[in-house]
């Protein structure tokens, strides 16, 4: 029988939630910059003074990564001691932590990355060795943050380790990445038992525009269903039907690996939605040829609060688990993102008074990040900061201050009346706000 641990989002009010920016490719090379966010944003150093923020705001719960190549910094060898300080004042501040395990990169010593033969082992062995350390302290892990972005950067445009590319790197890929999820998911499950919640997390992948026209046509069908192929294969949906599994088995995928995947589904205890309205949307263009990503990107498509409600409601009936905006803002001014968090949170009380189950509402991140572009170039990080946190990142003589904006404010207004209001009177709460 369950603690009740997955009660906490399913049986009461909204819980309002942030993230801290931790995308991790410490991989570098000729013209390449490893990324860390937390070494860009100094977490590492501000570490607690960031908590206290993430409290003061009134969030219920952090999203938050482990950095598997600082922890892990030799095969069998673990560094915990920072992880360890910071997961315990999270819980000290009554924030409850869900647990990021893979947020893209795998340690400098593994070579082949998430294409190397032993990766599910490893990634398999730090998640169990995680889960086992934090015991007492931790139940909400998500096991793999945005697998399709994994696919699409590592898989198919070749702009991260291991640099495949193509539909067959898209393919070896996918069946990777979903090997160690799963294999994490069942190693934690055996560590904590029926308290284990795991919050599965994935980028919303929309196509519109000329996707009938004869030269997009195939593309973006196989895109289309190619958007939730990693959390399909884990949760056993890839079997005789699956529109992909032709493409799969062209492209080297083994059918005794799919069985095997097929027989030890790993399902979401909730399903999380990453989306964001000026980018969640691509627009294919009838006559002009985009591969997508850095390189070559599709434009998009602001498709703002019908992409989320779609994305939230196509995802609830997918999996069959309730729902969670794990990931939303938009990079603009203070008013546009506070805009942006009003309309967004009033359509989530919507689709709950509708009867979604949408448990939790997630703002990333807590502060400014910096832009995945910043691998790619030679100038300072300022030239990539994205504007998109409750509070903005200042360069200062000490370093990165982070300076409280009006959304700051805002947020914290709704973290605090969500269980005592109605979401009508909620509606009126931001309108007061702007």
Known sequence: MRDRLTDWYTDGPLRFGLGVENTFVPQGGPGLRPIDEYELTEHYTRWRGDLDLAAGVGAEFLRWGIPWHRVNPEPGRWDWGWTDRVIGRMVELGIRPIIDLLHYGTPLWL????????????????????????????????????????????????????????????????????????????????????????????????YAGAVDAPEHRETAERLRHQAFLVEDLVTGRVGADHPLLDLLLRQGAEESTLDDLARRPAHPDIMGVNYYPRHSTEVFEAGVHHRGGFA??????????AGLS?????????????????????????????????????????????????????????????EWTYRHSSGPRSDHQLAMGLYELVESAGGLERRRTPLADAFLALARRQEDVSWAEAGRTMEELR
């Open 111 to 206: 070579d082949g990355q998430f294409a190397a033969r032993d990766y599910p082992q490893r990634v398999t062995e730090y998640a169990v060795a995680a889960a086992e350390r934090y015991s007492d302290l931790v139940t909400d892990y998500t096991p793999v943050n945005e697998p399709m972005i994994h696919v699409l950067f590592c898989g198919e445009y070749g702009y991260w380790p291991p640099y495949l590319k193509g539909k067959e790197g898209a393919a070896r890929l996918a069946m990777a990445i979903a090997k160690g999820f799963q294999a994490t998911q069942h190693g934690i499950r055996e560590v904590l038992g029926e308290r284990a919640t795991f919050v599965h997390v994935d980028a919303s992948l929309r």
């Open 296 to 305: 070559d990107p599709r434009p998009t498509r602001d498709d703002g609060l």
């Open 310 to 370: 779609e994305m939230l409601v196509e995802y609830a009936r997918r999996y069959g688990a309730p729902v969670m905006v794990t990931e939303t803002c938009v990079t603009g001014t203070v008013a546009e993102r506070i805009d942006w968090l009003k309309a967004s949170v009033a359509e989530v009380g919507r689709l709950r008074t509708d009867g979604l189950a949408v448990v939790g509402y997630t703002w990333w991140p807590l502060f400014d990040m910096y």
